[in-house]
C-alpha cells in the first residue's frame, strides 16, 4: 500500500522523470538515417594528407635529435661511472692540508701523484706532511723523487740538504746546498747552510763568503732599521725595539747584533727561553761565534728555567766548550767550566780548567804588565 500523497515512483527509490519514448516506427526511422549514405563515411583526401605530413614531421624531428639523445645518454653514463682525475685527487688533499687532516691527504696526494707521474707539487706535499710528522726518512724519499722529476727547484734542494745534514750526510748536504745557489744565487737559507758547512771543515775564508754574501744582500735595509731599533732600546722603549729588532731579521736574516740584542733584551725581561732561542739562532747563522755559546753557558748555568737541572747543566757545559774549541785563550771561558765542574762536582775537570784559566790569564799578564 502507497502512503497518501506519495507516487509510485518514488516509493521505489528513483525520482519521478518525465521521459519522452519513440514509437517502434519512429525508432526505426531515425536508425535508417544513421545508415544513410549522405552520410560521409571516410575523411576528406586534403584532411588525410595534412594528417600524414604532420605525423612525418613529428617522426623526422625525432630521428633527428636520436643521436644528440644517445650522445647525452652515453655522456651520463661516463659521467657516472668514470674514475675520477688526478686533478680531482689533487685539489682534495690540498684542503685537507690545509685542514690539518694529514692522513687523509696523504692518501689522495698518493692517488694524485700516481694517476700523474711528473706532480712533483705532490711529492712536495707528501714530504712535507711527514717532515711535519718528524718522519725524516719518508720526507727526504718524497723530496728526492720530486727532484727527480724536476730538478730545478732550489727550496727543495736546501730542504735535502738540511735533512741530509741531520742525518750525517755532509758531502750530500753540500751537493744539493750547491744545487740550491745554482738554480738561485741568493738564496740565504742556501747561504747560511754553507756557512755552517764550511765552518765544520774548518774553512773560515769559503764561510765568510758565503756570511757576507746574505749580509750584504739585506744591509742597507737591514741597517736603518738596526739603528732605529737601538734607539728604542737606549730610550728604554723595549716593546718597540723588540719589533724593530725583528724587521731588521726579516730584512737581513744574518745580522748578527740584532739577535743578540734582542736576546739581550730578553734576558733583562726574564723572558729566559725566548733569550736562548735567538742565541741558538746565532750559532745556526754564524757557529763560530763566540760570544753566543758564552752567553748560552751562562744562562743555562744560571738561569732560572723550567728544565731539569742535569740538562741545563750539560748545555750549559757543552755551549762553553763549544766557545772554548773557537777560543781556547778565553780564560773568562775557563773559568765558567771550572764553576760548573765545581758544582757537580767533577774535580777532575775542575783542576783541568781553573788552572788552564790560571795560565792564560798569567800569560796576558807577562805580555801586558801595565794591564790590571
Known sequence: MIPHGMSGNFYRGTPERKTKMWSG???????????????????????KTN???KSMRQKSIIYSMLPLIIFTILLL??????APSWEYYYSKANIQ????????????????LE??????????????????????????????????????QPVIHNRVGEIQEFFGYYEKS??????SLESDPKSVDAHINLVRYYVRNNNRPEAEKHFNACHEAGKQKGDTLFSLARSEDMTGNTAAAIELYKKTILANPVDINAYFNLADIYRRQGRLMEAIEYLEKITRIKPDYEKAYIYLG????????????????RLSTR?????HEINPGNAETCHMLADIYSHIRDDINYEKYDSLARNIEASQQAKNPDSP
Do not use: C, W
Request: glycine share 2%.
Open 115 to 152: 694517476l700523474n707521474p711528473s706532480l712533483f707539487d705532490a711529492a712536495n706535499r707528501l714530504a712535507e706532511i711527514y717532515y711535519i710528522q718528524e718522519k725524516k726518512r719518508e720526507s727526504l724519499d718524497y723530496y728526492l723523487l720530486s727532484l727527480r722529476i724536476n730538478d730545478r
Open 51 to 53: 594528417t600524414l605530413i
Open 319 to 323: 755551549n762553553l766548550l763549544a766557545a
Open 298 to 313: 751562562q744562562i743555562y748555568f744560571t738561569g732560572k728555567l723550567p728544565l731539569r737541572r742535569s740538562y741545563t747543566l
Open 174 to 179: 753540500l751537493h744539493h746546498y750547491k744545487k
Open 77 to 82: 653514463y661516463v659521467n657516472a661511472f668514470a
Open 97 to 112: 692540508f690545509n685542514g690539518e687532516k694529514y692522513s687523509f691527504s696523504i692518501e689522495n696526494y698518493s692517488r694524485a
Open 25 to 47: 516506427a519512429e525508432s526505426n526511422r531515425r536508425h535508417e538515417d544513421f545508415q544513410s549514405s549522405a552520410l560521409p563515411t571516410e575523411l576528406p583526401d586534403h584532411v
